[in-house]
């Protein structure tokens, strides 16, 4: 069905270690057959349950204490869902979520209140996720004000302190949201994130909202903080360049599943699961052309060149609906190397001959792990 | 079918919109063409005046709030101030748009396979039978599985995707030499976006219209783009074919928007370089340079020179700055060109 070029023969290449080469930090947060459905009402009066839209359902992820997980897939795939769980402003319908050894996947408010503090989110839309009504002060002061935190100095000297670390004016403390632009705006977001000064900040699609140009200085700002202040992220987005300039470690979502995780090197360059390998394919990239720029003037009337020096791959159709996933692996559907086994036996996420330290894939056809990027 | 005189010559265009804070100039004079089957890439930010130029061709809006000057020639036919009638003739038969969000610009009333035939029955008076035959060959050829059935859904009924692909289908009703997508594949996801613009090139091939692509995005320019126009405040900033300006980029705005860029195979390590400060207030320009105010090249010039004086974009390939071709390539090749690789 879809044109790829079969995989080339190769090894999957020496064990990589990207930094991490000492001890890996200790887990700051688990989550074990994670799910969440969203019942589908029916019928009249709507009490029926009809059906269910399986929006996670049965991931498994562990983000360590200081580094940047990064979680990437399409719209519809979960990631968000799976953000909102961590962050426990849901609760899951099954499966456990463990944030330093404590089980919170159903704890109450009460419990939850000492853990709210330590764990922060920030939102894509930097127009939606900020009060109107209130100054910068009040926004970025409010997550003292409720926890009832006083530091040395004062809450006001507290709220300069953050607004410069994040790049914004300290004095224009008093300002309301509509006086800033979309870009100032997500620093306002970063700001109140980093009043409490949180072990983990779950950023969900953070510069997705905004232009290029204040794209890179948001990104570049949340490596900062991350790095300076050893916060552990887990990075939501759909952007694959902007989650590989972020994160460490990455997990690919497909349809409520993890279909692939692993160090940076390992998903970006040597991606073992066909989605993964097929998303990384459809990524234009505008430096196509940058290779050519010993001579650019020289081909400037040549005939239309729309190739890649990476292979493409086309997916066919679209993703299925959560609330009828299809059976064994789901993304069998779209798949050029499914067979027979892949929809009766769901292929388990795990380290598959080849793979590096960390690195799992769940698939029963893998990739040959050739070199895709480099 | 390919000739390569302009087909759609454009020229000083000027769309200002009065509102109460004053006069916003969303496009500011600018100039371009387009030849039947080459594809125009116009790359800017939000506010940037894309859209706002290319709404200016169809004669889209309002003329009691935006007051349109400048030349627009398509096919030898002038349109800036063509009576309504004219424009309407032109608009869905010469001349499409493919917009950015396929839900609301599609109607959550009709079938769409009548939503296809619309334009064609209103402009080559085909009968009813004859215009639903037309939607089902469209929708074939967009590539939506069982076109036969699919005609008489309505639009909640399909995917984004696949809605793309219908808006796409209306577009090409009527075999336009002209389309002009506005960042046609930017509510998609990738694996999508790169099924809508394999498509949209290939239609190309086989139809040879003109397309304009509107986009904000580098790597869809550099997949589907012939030539390609950079705006700024309102005005075209860089030239070129689509080679020269991502090889060898010659405005300092273009160079920043391909150091702010992420790129899949650039060294993580090296952080992005932003462009400093927002984008400029179309309300009050600057006197001179638009970018003037975030330019880092604004010293090398000196004298003041680019906050006072607007510099003017050459014809054919060149780059609106006072900096010289020398300075370009050489700020380019040691300062800029080391920090994408």
């Given at each position: 069905m879809t044109t790829a070029s079969t995989a080339h023969e190769g090894p999957a290449g020496p064990e990589e270690g990207t930094g991490a080469a000492g001890e890996t930090p200790p887990a700051l947060m688990t989550a074990e057959g994670l799910t969440k459905y969203f019942p589908i009402k029916g019928g009249f009066p709507f009490k029926r349950t009809v059906g269910a839209v399986k929006a996670v359902d049965g991931l498994d992820l562990v983000v360590r204490e200081g580094e940047s997980f990064g979680l990437v897939g399409e719209s519809g795939c979960g990631k968000s869902t799976t953000g909102r769980l961590l962050a426990r402003l849901l609760e899951p319908t099954a499966g456990t979520i463990t944030y330093r050894d404590q089980d919170i996947s159903h704890a109450g408010r009460k419990e939850l209140a000492p853990i709210r503090s330590e764990i922060q989110m920030i939102f894509q839309d930097p127009y939606s996720s900020l009060n109107p009504r209130q100054t910068v002060g009040s926004i970025v002061g409010a997550p003292l004000e409720i926890n009832r935190v006083n530091p040395p100095g004062g809450r006001e000297a507290r709220v300069r302190e953050l607004m410069d670390t994040v790049g914004l004016n300290p004095e224009h403390y008093n300002r309301f949201p509509h006086e800033f632009s979309g870009g100032q705006r997500q620093r306002i977001g970063v700001a109140r994130a980093l009043a409490l000064e949180p072990r983990l900040i779950i950023a969900d699609e953070p510069v997705s909202a905004l232009d290029v140009s204040i794209q890179a200085q948001v990104i570049n700002l949340l490596r900062r903080v991350q790095r300076e202040h050893g916060i552990a992220f887990l990075f939501i987005a759909h952007d694959l360049a902007v989650v590989r300039h972020f994160s460490q470690r990455i997990a690919v979502m497909y349809l409520g599943k993890i279909v692939e995780v692993g160090d940076r090197r390992a998903i970006y360059?040597?991606?073992?699961h066909p989605y993964t390998h097929a998303l990384l394919s459809a990524v234009p990239e505008a430096e196509l052309e940058l290779a050519e720029a010993?001579?650019?003037?020289?081909?400037?009337?040549?005939?239309k060149e729309r190739t890649a020096r990476r292979e493409r791959i086309r997916l066919e159709g679209d993703v299925p609906s959560p609330s009828d996933p299809p059976s064994g692996c789901r993304f069998r559907t779209r798949c050029w190397k499914a067979q027979d086994r892949c929809a009766t036996e769901e292929p388990p996420l795990v380290r598959i001959e080849g793979n590096a330290e960390g690195h799992m894939t769940a698939c029963h056809f893998p990739e040959a792990g050739t070199v895709l990027l480099e | 079918m390919t000739t390569n005189s302009p087909f759609l010559t454009v020229d000083d265009l000027r769309v200002h919109f009065s509102t109460e804070d004053g006069t916003v100039k969303a496009v500011d004079g600018l100039s371009f063409e387009v030849a039947r089957g080459r594809t125009l890439g116009i790359v800017g930010e939000s506010g940037s005046g894309k859209s706002v130029a290319t709404q200016a061709i169809l004669g889209l809006h309002s003329r009691e709030t935006a007051a349109v000057s400048g030349r627009i020639t398509l096919d030898g036919a002038e349109l800036t101030g063509a009576p309504e009638r004219v424009l309407e003739r032109l608009r869905g038969n010469t001349a499409a748009m493919v917009f950015q969000d396929p839900l609301t610009a599609?109607?959550?009333?009709?079938t769409v396979g009548r939503q296809i035939a619309e334009p064609y029955r209103k402009h080559r008076g085909a009968s009813r039978r004859a215009a639903r035959e037309r939607a089902i060959e469209m929708l074939a050829k967009v590539g939506i599985p069982n076109p036969a059935r699919r005609v008489d859904d309505y639009p909640h009924q399909f995917s984004g995707g696949m809605r793309q692909r219908v808006m796409i289908a209306m577009a090409l009703v009527c075999d336009p030499d002209l389309l002009i997508a506005d960042e046609p594949t930017t509510a998609l996801d990738v694996t999508v976006q790169a099924q809508i613009l394999d498509l949209l090139m290939e239609l190309q091939e086989e139809f040879g219209s003109a397309i304009i692509m509107i986009t904000h995005d580098l790597g869809v320019i550099a997949g589907v783009a012939d030539d390609v126009l950079v705006m700024y405040g309102g005005r075209a900033v860089e030239r070129g074919t689509v080679r020269e300006v991502l090889a060898a980029p010659r405005h300092p705005y273009t160079w920043g928007l391909l150091t702010s860029m992420p790129r899949l195979t650039a060294d993580v390590d090296k952080e992005l370089v932003p462009i400093a400060g927002s984008p400029p207030s179309l309300l009050t320009p600057p006197p001179g340079c638009p970018f003037a105010p975030r330019c880092a090249f604004v010293d090398e010039v000196g004298d003041g020179r680019c906050a006072a004086e607007r510099p003017a974009l050459p014809e054919g390939r060149g780059a609106a700055c006072h900096l010289t071709e020398e300075q370009q390539r050489t700020f380019y090749g040691e300062r800029i060109r080391p920090r994408l690789a």
């Open positions: 360059e040597r991606p073992r010993e001579d650019p003037e020289a081909g400037a009337d040549a005939p | 599609l109607s959550p009333y009709y």
